[in-house]
C-alpha cells in the first residue's frame, strides 16, 4: 500500500488541521483491528517540507480516556495515536512516534532484531531537532476523562531528528516504510487501529508497514 505526500511550505500548527496546506493532501482511512469494536472513524494524512514531516490525525471518539500522563510516559497505556517510519527498510530501525489526546508525546527510535525490540529517547532533543505538536479536542474539554465528540493531532517531525538514518533528508520521489495507529480505551477490550494490519499482536512489525513516496 502505497501513500503519496504532498510538498508544502513550512506552517504553525494549531492541532486542528486547519491549515490551507493540508487539504492538498489524501485522507488515508484506518482500519480496525484485533477484537476491540469501538466504532470511531479515524484517518491520518501526512506533508513534507524541505525540513521535516507534517503528519495530521483525526480520532472520532465518545471520551478522553487518558489520565494526566506526562511527556516520555507509558502513553500507549491510554488514548494515543502513533507512527512508525523507517527511511530504510533495510536496516532493523525506525522512528517510533506517539501522541495523547491532551497533548504528551513520546518519540524513541527503536531497534527491532527480529522481534526484539527496545526504544531509545532522543539526545539533544532541543531547537531544531525538536518535534512541533499540538492536540484539540472537539465537543467537549480537552481533560482526562471528558465526554467529547472527538480530537485531532499534528506534529512536524524535523529531518534533522532523524539525521544518521539512512535515506535522510529524502530526496524527490523517495520511499519510505510507515504505519499509523490509533488505541482507544473506552471499552474493554481497548481497540485498535491501522493503516496497514500489523499481522499479529503487536504493531512493531515493520513488514507490514505501508509505503510513502515523497513528491518532488
Given at each position: 500500500?502505497?501513500?503519496?505526500?504532498?510538498?508544502?511550505?513550512?506552517?504553525?500548527?494549531?492541532?486542528?488541521?486547519?491549515?490551507?496546506?493540508?487539504?492538498?493532501?489524501?485522507?488515508?482511512?484506518?482500519?480496525?483491528?484485533?477484537?476491540?469494536?469501538?466504532?470511531y472513524r479515524t484517518r491520518a494524512r501526512a506533508l513534507h517540507s524541505e525540513t521535516?514531516?507534517?503528519?495530521?490525525?483525526?480520532?472520532?471518539?465518545?471520551?478522553?480516556?487518558?489520565?494526566?500522563?506526562k511527556d516520555f510516559d507509558d502513553l500507549w497505556t491510554e488514548d494515543v495515536v502513533e507512527?512508525?517510519?523507517?527511511?530504510?527498510?533495510?536496516?532493523?530501525?525506525?522512528?517510533?512516534?506517539e501522541i495523547s489526546p491532551l497533548g504528551a508525546e513520546l518519540p524513541i527510535l527503536v531497534s527491532n532484531s527480529g522481534g526484539a525490540f527496545m526504544g531509545w529517547r532522543p539526545w539533544h532533543y532541543e531547537e531544531e531537532r525538536r518535534i512541533r505538536r499540538a492536540a484539540a479536542v472537539r465537543g467537549g474539554p480537552g481533560a482526562p476523562g471528558a465526554a467529547v465528540e472527538g480530537w485531532t493531532a499534528e506534529c512536524f517531525i524535523p529531518f534533522?531528528?532523524?539525521?544518521?538514518?539512512?535515506?535522510?533528508?529524502?530526496?524527490?520521489?523517495?520511499?519510505?516504510?510507515?504505519?499509523?495507529?490509533?488505541?482507544?480505551?473506552?471499552?474493554?477490550?481497548?481497540t485498535h487501529w491501522a493503516w496497514r494490519d500489523p499481522c499479529g499482536d503487536t504493531f512493531h512489525n515493520p513488514a507490514a508497514f505501508g509505503e510513502l513516496v515523497f513528491s518532488a
Open positions: 500500500m502505497t501513500y503519496v505526500i504532498p510538498r508544502t511550505d513550512d506552517f504553525d500548527l494549531s492541532g486542528a488541521g486547519d491549515q490551507p496546506a493540508w487539504r492538498t493532501a489524501e485522507w488515508i482511512d484506518l482500519l480496525r483491528v484485533g477484537r476491540g469494536t469501538a466504532p521535516g514531516l507534517y503528519l495530521l490525525f483525526d480520532c472520532e471518539d465518545r471520551k478522553i480516556s487518558c489520565t494526566n500522563l507512527a512508525f517510519i523507517q527511511p530504510n527498510p533495510h536496516l532493523p530501525v525506525y522512528f517510533e512516534y534533522a531528528l532523524l539525521k544518521g538514518l539512512s535515506g535522510v533528508p529524502p530526496g524527490d520521489c523517495a520511499r519510505w516504510r510507515a504505519n499509523f495507529y490509533r488505541i482507544d480505551y473506552d471499552e474493554t477490550p481497548p
